[in-house]
């Protein structure tokens, strides 16, 4: 018997037992996404009213989220770096904290002091021949912030895939260890996503996208869609923070190969992924897929080493001078800032890259592109950042344009029913 399997059998635990590792007033990181680890997760919760002041600190998470229920107050307080569906009203009624900052700087406030953590709560697969456990499907987020708390309570899952790359945590530095053996959640994407608008949207944005471009794609109905318009595209490849189901279908169709990558060349990089089960089978111990940690996927100067990189970002508003506002609406913060500067400015340092803003042009019969944002909203991606915006009716080209071009551009790119009065306001300010 090899030593660490004895190590690891005397670490075997139950939730409720691992969770009494957590004392008042410390800080707990909670890995996210679709690697939630919900039987220690449940555990807290039951837990947490014996504990007073305990920090609980995660980007998006997916799935029921207890942990922010108004009886808990006093007792565990989210702080956010980035708002979840499940935890919006929490961060919007005070009763949870938001702290803004760029992804590939999100496990810098961990490593290095700022936000030290005592105990991480973790999701892994099984341990191989050697006792290393992968991250699996959540890698980026995670892997750096777990490698510098002081404790690790880890779910070990049978249904975990096990990824590749720089993804593993060996037995050893578990201090509990959970097996469990459940599905883990599913975000698929697919056409029933889709509309007309976010089609012609796609179409527009294959057109900037050559062959052999590195692309750079989040979740959603247009990143979706634009996979779907890359049939006719050859020796495309990936290096982005998450990935969905949408890229299987183009590896096996031959159209994404990696081969023309200039950086992990063969290789899709990504930080975690987000899908279907079919996904999560696909990425088990398969050589084509590395993830590393987020400071270096999402590292502007990483990406830019990619040759004709395309990153594709949304947008809530857009103001005429180019601002891009994505994370709040006016003053009532909505999600986060997460990868979309890192992207679009490493796209923008790419030997031809493609920085593109894409939205559709109306929400709610309001126009998203705008004269000026609203009052007390973010931006996100600069003016001076901003090169390509795309709505379903056509493409604005920026970088390197004059506030009176770029207010004709975007002007043009709007709901039809709003061009007059955006010429009107663009006008009153002087734009025109």
Known sequence: MAIWT????????????????IKSGQRVFLTGNCSVPNHILAALVDYAPELHDVEVCHALTVGPADYVHPRLEGHLRVNTMFISQNIRSAVNEGRADFTPVLLSEFTTLFKSGVLPVDVAL?????????????????????????ASSNKIIAEVNQRMPRTLGDSFIHVSKLDS?????????????????????????????????????????GIGAIPDAVLRHMYSKQDLGIHTE????????????????????????????AGFVLGSKRLYQWVDDNPLIELHPTEYVND?????????????????EIDLTGQVCADSIGSKVYSGVGGQLDFIYGASRSKGGVPIIALPSTAKNLSRIVATLKPGAGVVTTRNHVHYVVTEYGIAHLYGKTIRQRAKSLINIAHPEFRTELTKQARELHYL
Do not use: W
């Not at 889709?194 to 057109?207: H, L």
């Open 6 to 21: 004895k190590i690891y059998e005397s670490r075997i635990t139950t939730p409720e037992e691992a969770v009494r590792n």
């Open 122 to 146: 973790i999701h892994v697969s099984p341990p191989d021949e050697h006792g290393f456990c992968s991250l699996g499907i959540e890698v980026g987020l995670t892997k750096s912030v777990a």
């Open 177 to 217: 260890v959970i097996p469990v053996d459940y599905d883990l959640p599913e975000l698929p994407m697919g056409n029933e996503n889709s509309t007309e608008i976010v089609e012609k949207i796609a179409s527009f944005i294959a057109e900037l996208i050559p062959d052999g471009a590195t692309l750079q794609l």
């Open 242 to 269: 998450l990935f969905s189901d949408g890229i299987i279908d183009l590896v096996d169709a031959g159209v994404l190969t990696n081969a023309r990558k200039t950086l992990h060349t063969g290789k899709i990089i």
């Open 300 to 316: 502007p100067f990483v990406i830019a080493q990619n040759a004709r990189m395309v990153a594709i970002n949304s947008a809530i």
